[in-house]
């Protein structure tokens, strides 16, 4: 494993990208230590761990980690992994539970991460008394707790590293993409729950494509997604001229990223995302009042409109945020050419049955794995993984001049540059900068100096 990469592997400034750094186990190890263990990750959301004892199997890079919420309600994340020979802890995806007993020699953990300590001898740590003589410093041997966590409007977030800047300063103005995914579609934050169930399926593709996909690449959409577009994969099924079935406002007009914070979305501040007309009236009637009093809301908080569309969260989770479908992605590595994707779906909590299970379909039928628009986006991303790892194409680097040097600093979130024409990969310049500063090993201090202390 290398401790760094080779900085010329990435050029942001010229647009010049090694595919190296897809394809290659070398650059992939130093990924999982220089930026999944130190970067603020998403874990899962609130709504999936209503009741003390219930608990959500995620992952952190390649680890299994468990989201549980204590028999006090407070929340946690620890690492699957028992403290005695390593042996996963939890192997159900969700559930609810007063401890999880390890399978291999039954060391015993509460839900808040505590290696039990309770008289008997087959409970807690087995054998403690004739075993270990009482002498094993239980306190010591609890299962590992992430450094930092946070619950962002219900959106929960976690980071290995202490020394890991705050959420707020590591996110800064993509929060705005966070606040409008963690509110429902009436503007009011913390009102939205996940669909049960994420789906999760693995591809042949290097994570970085599905961050990029989402993070601000309008230019893949005519050419990719002409199919789903010409048959009017619309969410209403009427009239539906685009796969969004959104024949009201133009779709969006630009895109927003955050120079070296590596975030990045579709559409910018200020505009507001039309909501698709469908077959059903009433559908109709009630997408138009949450959102007529979304925007009553969000200009009485003096919070921008926009910010609904598809963006990622550097690294490695992406979201459409407010528009249809709205739902959440994470990438999470499996190795340089392979990925599991998971996905999860959000729809307002108070939402009434037969909306929420017309929603349901149309996101199934949109995203995921069966979804006709994320199976043109794999397609790509698998055939451009292969076609990157034989000995003659690694030579050659991609290309991501697209919309070079046409980027503005943005009028309304700050330290953001605005791309006001629609096709720019300027935010996956930003994206790969970020990439860099992380990867070429500097601590949090060196690269915040580096970004002037912005
Ligand atoms: S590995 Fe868990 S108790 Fe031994
Ligand atoms: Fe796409």
């Given amino acids: 494993m290398t401790d760094s990469v080779d900085p010329l592997m990435v050029d942001p400034d010229n647009g010049i990208i090694s595919r190296e750094i897809f394809v290659s186990q070398d650059v992939f190890d130093t990924e999982l230590e220089q930026i999944f263990a130190r970067a603020w990750l998403f874990i899962g959301h609130e709504s999936q761990i209503p009741e003390p004892g219930d608990f959500f199997n995620s992952r952190m890079g390649t680890e299994s980690v468990l989201l549980t919420r204590d028999s006090e309600g407070e929340i946690h994340v620890l690492l699957n992994s028992c403290r005695h020979r390593g042996m996963k802890v939890c192997r159900y995806d969700e559930g609810n539970t007063h401890d999880f007993v390890c399978p291999y020699h039954g060391w015993s953990y509460s839900t808040d991460g505590t290696l039990v300590s309770v008289a008997g001898e087959l409970f807690g740590v087995p054998h403690y008394r004739a075993g270990y003589d009482r002498k094993l410093d239980r306190s010591q041997w609890g299962l590992i707790p992430t450094a930092q966590m946070v619950n962002h409007h219900g959106l929960i977030f976690a980071t290995w590293d202490p020394d890991t800047p705050s959420f707020d300063e590591y996110t800064g103005g993509f929060r705005f993409w966070l606040d409008n ?73 630009g895109s927003t990223s955050f120079f070296d914070l590596g975030h990045g979305g579709v559409t910018t501040a200020g505009y507001a995302w039309g909501y698709p007309e469908f077959e059903d009236e009433n559908m109709t009637t009630y997408f138009q009042q949450r959102w007529q ?149 500097a601590s949090w201090a060196e690269i915040d100096q580096a970004r002037g202390g912005k």
Avoid at 412 to 431: G, H, K, Q
């Fill in 181 to 253: 995914l963690a509110a429902n579609t009436a503007g009011e934050r913390g009102r939205v729950k996940a669909l049960r169930g994420v789906q999760k399926w693995r591809i042949k593709a290097n994570w970085k494509f599905v961050s990029e996909n989402f993070l601000g690449d309008n230019y893949h959409g005519p050419t990719s997604h002409s199919s789903v577009d010409a048959v009017g994969l619309g969410p209403g099924g009427k009239e539906a001229p685009t796969r969004h079935g959104d024949n009201k406002k133009p779709r969006s007009i």
């Fill in 293 to 441: 009093q979304r925007e009553q809301r969000l200009e009485a908080e003096d919070r921008p409109i926009g910010g609904l569309g598809p963006s990622t969260m550097f690294p490695s989770m992406s979201l459409h945020a407010g528009a249809f479908p709205r739902a959440l992605i994470v990438a999470h590595p499996v190795g340089p050419t392979e990925t599991e994707v998971w996905r999860w779906f959000l729809v307002d909590d108070d939402l009434p049955e037969d909306i929420e299970s017309w929603l349901r379909r149309w996101y199934l039928r949109y995203s995921g794995p069966a979804g006709l628009v994320e199976q043109d986006d794999m397609e790509n991303w698998d055939y451009a993984t292969d076609a990157s790892t034989g000995t003659i194409a690694r030579r050659y680097p991609y290309n991501y001049q697209l919309g070079l040097g046409m980027a503005s600093p943005s009028e309304v979130l700050d330290d953001a540059v605005e791309s006001s024409y629609l096709m720019t990969e300027e935010n996956a310049r930003n994206y790969y900068r970020r990439w860099a500063a992380l990867m070429s090993g």
